[in-house]
């Protein structure tokens, strides 16, 4: 059901510079506008519908499916991921393709370069053309580009890359042709003049801990709280970025049945934590986190009724917009090393981790997982069931789920896009104004939250908001300053009585 | 009678593709996307004609160029490209070049080994391939298109790059992406021959 609200919120919002509606499969025109998506902040196209959003559908949906699939994949260079699904709405059947700004524009569809202006699709102009080549030598200069020094072939798992390669070709994802191990990398830019780069490492490495320590992921269950003094179990675990995600994997299957002892009701609750929703909260940990810093990591902490996916590292949107420029803001964290989760299958749809993740936990009747971000890092909490769940002062979930879909899988979706995309835009006008200076992903996330919770209730004053959003008053006064600088909110009142309001600009975007 | 459309500007792309397949991909539909036409064997607008080799098609499409864009990898690939690299020297074609830096500073490492002392060019060779390097062929490429050993004045620059989209294709951004220029400065150049 989530999956279908989901959609019919999407168009709802008509078509705009990152939405497209097709009525028919026209492969050609659909190849260009995901061209343009990719040379731009990405976006979807939906099949199936007329221009004004009207459902017309599409018959034999499935098999369009993967002849588009093919089709894609094999016209538009370089190769980027692209889920491209079967989406019901009532009885009819659409086709959403969605992709992520690219990261290694600019991308060719037919020999030429597209570019997105509003609702047009057209050829980039030279200008437009020297826009990506710059945007695209920021993105070179990401950590996961850069290359480990002292690592050779040998060092590499070879079975694990041509398992990659032969999953990839099976399940439609990648075009690359042959099996030479040193050419597939070549082919995803994760081999380069003999020299291979940190996310090659990270992700085809046998021991990638001797060049990462970093990379190790500590597992812990407790007895009972994290101030017990027993331990039932606590690793580190090395590897690479698959062979992790399997042992956890293997270790959340054998979770198994949980009791739990409810004092209101004097009975024992028995319950189990949903595998997918785990393994989902674990990829993006592993795919999203920051491999940068030397002291970040991953621990995964088990308690009797919960369990925390957490990432000691920094936030996504410790990518500056300076060094990833406002073209490349939807991003995920590390798109070489995603996009090899992607080739392997472990992705499903791109940008949908939060709600699968949810309808999970609600199917068992836990109590929907939340997610937190702040200066330590980032963590996903899963709790037990609903009955038990004691209060905690967190955000719940209904407010964020698209902001943390943000943190989770680098693009937002559902019902917040809008209010990302609006803050977003107001914010880089204010930039490129010079009204305010550059900010981080994090602060528009965090200005976008803001702006959520004043449409809710317009006229909270700054403790309201401070409360609301569990943080000091002196960090929220910060990103209200920001928010009122490039006309977002606005104060009304007097100094002591009065509150904030969404200014029109922001209403009209969002 | 209407303004005739002017003619566009003929670029040759020369250069190996192993393992620069779509960089190279990128680099072409740049230059369409600038305003020229590029004739590039990889992307199939080199003119077969018809009764000659692929590689004696490749010289022809050479002389037919308005501007020559070699670029050199440390990758020598079947020879083709270094042919058009002479051919493109020995017609004077308006030329420019863009080198890995490992074929550049292995030009500098080998220098005393592959060069006599009056210059000429010894026998020396790598007996086996490396994943750096596979021969030093590459280096005579560069030597072609730098004009190494040729007075001053007809020194070419060759560009140096490490990474192509990190700084090999913001100098083809510099060098062609305002088509107006380029196309009078080819045309100065015409002139002063």
């Known amino acids: 059901m989530k999956d279908e609200q989901l959609i019919k919120n999407i168009i709802l ?121 710059h945007g695209r030598q920021n993105s070179e200069l990401h950590w996961e580009r850069q290359i480990t020094i002292g690592v050779t072939v040998n060092d590499l798992d070879q079975k694990l890359i041509q398992s990659t390669i032969r999953e990839s070709r099976e399940n439609h994802r990648s075009s690359f042709q042959g099996d030479d191990v040193l050419d597939f990398l070549a082919n995803y830019s994760l081999y380069q003049n003999g020299s291979f780069t940190n996310a090659c490492v990270v992700l085809f490495g046998k021991q990638p801990a001797r060049f990462f320590p970093q990379i190790r992921v500590r597992l812990t269950e407790y007895v009972d709280g994290k101030t017990d003094n027993q331990l039932l179990r606590d690793e580190l675990l090395e590897g690479n970025l698959f062979l992790i995600q399997s042992k956890l994997e293997k270790y959340i299957g054998n979770l198994g049945i949980r009791s739990v002892f409810d004092k209101n009701q004097w009975k024992r609750v028995d319950f189990k934590f949903p595998e997918k929703a785990l393994q989902e909260g674990i990829i993006n940990a592993l795919m ?67 709600l699968k993740v949810l309808e999970e936990c609600e199917k068992e009747g836990l109590k929907s997982p939340i997610w937190k971000d702040n200066e330590d890092g980032v963590s996903l909490t899963f709790y037990g069931p609903r009955a038990l769940a004691s209060k905690r002062g967190n955000t719940p979930i209904g407010l964020d789920d698209g902001l943390n879909d943000g943190l989770n899988d680098g693009l937002n979706d559902g019902l917040n896009d809008g209010v990302i995309r609006g803050v977003s835009k107001l914010v880089n006008d204010g930039v490129d104004d010079g009204v305010i200076d550059g900010v981080t992903d994090g602060v528009i996330i965090e200005v976008a939250r803001l702006t959520k919770l004043i449409s809710q209730k317009e006229g909270m004053n700054t403790l309201d908001i401070a409360t609301k959003r569990g943080k000091s008053k002196p960090t929220v006064e910060r990103y209200l300053r920001t928010a009122r600088e490039v006309g977002i909110i606005e104060f009304r009142g007097a100094p002591r009585t009065g509150g904030y309001y969404l200014s029109n600009k922001i209403k009209n975007l969002i | 009678m209407a303004k005739r459309k002017k003619e566009k500007i003929k670029i040759m792309v020369s250069s ?22 590029v004739i590039c064997s990889h992307i199939g607008t080199v003119y077969p004609v018809p009764g000659k080799t692929p590689e004696e098609s490749c010289l022809v499409a050479v002389a037919e160029c308005d501007f020559f864009f070699g670029i050199i990898f440390p990758m020598y690939g079947s020879g083709i490209t270094h042919k058009e690299f002479q051919e493109a020297v020995r017609l004077n074609k308006p030329r420019g070049f863009l080198a890995h830096h490992d074929v550049a500073f292995a ?70 992406g305002n088509e107006a220029r380029f196309r009078a400065d080819l045309e100065k150049l015409k002139g002063s021959e």
């Open chain 2, 107 to 176: 030009k500098q490492l080998l220098k005393e080994f592959m060069f006599e002392e009056n210059g000429d060019r010894n026998g020396f060779k790598l007996t086996k391939r490396t994943p750096v390097m596979d021969d030093l062929l590459v280096i005579d490429m560069y030597n072609i298109a730098i004009g190494d050993g040729l007075p001053k004045e007809q020194r070419l620059w060759a560009q140096e790059f490490h990474k192509y989209p990190l700084d090999g294709a913001p100098f083809v951004n510099s060098l062609f």
């Open chain 1, 288 to 354: 999203h986190r920051d491999y940068s810093s030397v002291s970040s990591g991953v621990s995964i902490s088990i308690y009797p009724d919960s369990v925390v996916i957490s990432n000691s590292g920094h936030l996504p949107d410790d990518l500056t917009v300076r060094l990833l420029k406002t073209s490349h803001r939807s991003h995920p964290v590390n798109p070489d090393i995603a996009h090899i989760v992607f080739l392997r299958g472990l992705i499903d749809k791109l940008g949908r981790g939060t």
């Open chain 1, 13 to 133: 919002e008509g078509e705009h510079e990152q939405l497209d509606f097709k009525e028919s499969v026209q492969k050609e025109n659909i190849a260009k506008v995901i061209c343009s998506f990719l040379n731009g902040k990405g976006g979807r196209v939906i099949i199936g519908l007329n221009n004004s959003g009207t459902i017309k559908g599409i018959s034999n949906a499935l098999k369009v499916v993967e002849d588009l699939k093919v089709y894609l994949l094999n016209s538009i260079i370089p190769e980027a991921p692209i889920t491209i699904n079967v989406e019901s709405l009532g009885r009819s059947e659409l086709i959403m393709i969605k992709v992520y700004g690219g990261s290694k524009q600019p991308y060719i569809f037919d020999g030429n370069i597209y570019y997105r202006k509003g609702l047009n699709t057209q050829k980039a102009t030279s200008k437009e053309i020297s826009k990506l080549i």
């Open chain 2, 16 to 37: 190996t593709v192993y393992h620069f397949k779509s960089d190279l991909e990128q680099l072409c539909s740049t230059l369409i996307g600038f305003g020229y036409e």
